[in-house]
């Protein structure tokens, strides 16, 4: 009890989730079950794991992708593929991301990149501001989805019976749709503010093809050897960091060596932020499962829910409901050993029910008051809040339809993880 007040009380005044935590295991260790030197053992033990290296590895693949000048690339393939249709600048935005997605993995630093090219570019072309930075925000939730992800992969790591390659699959259906869905309605449901783009030639089609292959094989070869069991998720980031650095230095050459200690120290700040959450709730987990509070939880909810329709009605609110106040991964890793368990005993599909779950915790990063996608396009936009929220509701909704559709038809989700025997 007293660890569930101090974890509530921390996170009410603002303090970080990952000090929120281990003050909270501090506030349990103190009632005299334990010692306190069992926290650090535990904050390591969690750590201990030769396949987290995968997290900061695809970090830092993806801050030098998005320093080797592939963005103006992915925009130009994108803008051959779809370019010449109604409101063909929004298409391009939506497509962009799809794109981007496999490079990244970050709906964040997707929304950073490409919101800075677009929502200027778009405004020029007549569309709304708060539309475009709104647009640029709601499309950016495809980027965790469509692997490589790194939500996926912390997923995969604290919890059973689920494997990176079958994630990874699961997730490239509901990523393509959602950006079918975002494409329809931007067709069908909003009005053309800019005037038809004329189409590419030929010539220029092929040139943006070629120069989008380049940054593209980075991603299939990375989930390309990982399904065939050439190597690891570890070392296939491994090889996309030495990818990102050749095509950076060497092919596109704009990325310079006096750039990298800025790169390596920001991809550096960015996985501590997760790895330190990661230690944390991995260290309140063991305390959690020692306490028995999955067990009776789990009891709990069997005892109520007996049906994996409601149970999955019911996760879905309360997901949605977290995703409004707490990080998206900080909320999988503290939910998902608990959740994850019943599921699986209730006959769900435990692939499907991971995508559901990071699909669902990747819609709150366009839901305030903690939504970073929305937080970053309103940055470069400038429009205020206010104006944010309003243009975003639309975009959220249709979210929410795709949301819906992938958690009662899941055979989206799980025909490619099927079709290659995962």
């Given at each position: ?123 020029k072309e007549g569309y709304p501001r708060d539309f475009a930075a709104a647009l640029t925000a709601a499309s950016s939730v495809i980027g965790p989805i469509i692997p490589p992800s790194i939500p996926v992969i912390i997923y995969a790591l604290i919890t059973t019976n689920v494997s990176v390659p079958a994630l990874f699959l699961a ?252």
């Amino acid at each position: 009890m007293i660890t569930g007040v101090t974890l509530l009380a921390l996170l009410a005044i603002g303090a970080p989730v990952a000090f929120a935590i281990a003050l909270g295991i501090v506030a349990y260790i103190s009632t005299g079950t334990f010692g306190i030197d069992l926290l650090p053992q535990r904050i390591f033990a969690g750590m201990d794991s030769f396949t987290i290296l995968a997290i900061p590895l695809f970090v830092l693949a993806g801050e030098l992708m998005n320093a080797s000048g592939i963005t103006s690339r992915v925009i130009n393939l994108a803008n051959a593929l779809v370019g010449h249709a109604k409101a063909g600048l929004a298409q391009v935005n939506i497509w962009s991301s799809v794109i981007f997605a496999g490079l990244s993995g970050s709906a964040v630093a997707d929304t950073s990149a490409i919101g800075r090219i677009f929502i200027p570019s778009m405004e020029k072309e007549g569309y709304p501001r708060d539309f475009a930075a709104a647009l640029t925000a709601a499309s950016s939730v495809i980027g965790p989805i469509i692997p490589p992800s790194i939500p996926v992969i912390i997923y995969a790591l604290i919890t059973t019976n689920v494997s990176v390659p079958a994630l990874f699959l699961a997730g490239i259906v509901p990523g393509v749709l959602l950006a079918i869905a975002l494409s329809v309605y931007v067709r069908f449901f909003v009005k053309n503010h800019a005037k038809p783009r004329e189409r590419m030639n030929m010539g220029e089609k092929l040139k943006a093809i070629w120069n989008g292959l380049i940054p593209l094989f980075m991603p299939v070869f990375v989930i390309g050897s990982i399904l065939a069991g050439i190597v690891t998720p570890t070392e296939a980031a491994s090889f996309a960091v030495f990818y990102a650095l050749v095509v950076g230095l060497f092919v596109f050459r704009e990325l310079k060596p006096g750039d990298l200690p800025a790169i390596f120290a920001g991809a550096m700040r960015d996985s501590s932020s997760i790895l330190i959450i990661m230690a944390t709730v991995a260290a309140a987990n063991w305390f959690m499962t020692f306490a028995g509070i999955p067990q009776t939880v789990s009891k709990f909810v069997l005892g109520y829910v007996d049906s994996p329709v409601t149970f999955l009605i019911l996760i879905n609110l309360m997901l949605l409901a977290v995703g409004l106040v707490l990080e998206g991964i900080a909320a999988m890793l503290v939910l998902v050993p608990i959740l994850h368990p019943i599921a699986i005993s209730l006959g769900i599909d435990p692939t499907h029910f991971g995508i559901i779950v990071i699909f669902n915790l990747m819609i709150g990063l366009i839901t305030p008051p903690m939504g970073l996608c929305l937080f970053v396009a309103d940055a470069i936009a400038g429009v205020g809040m206010a104006r944010m929220i309003r243009a975003i509701m639309p975009f959220f909704i249709v979210e929410l339809a795709v949301l819906l559709i992938i958690t009662f038809v899941p055979g989206i989700v799980t025909f490619l993880p099927d079709l290659f025997g995962f």
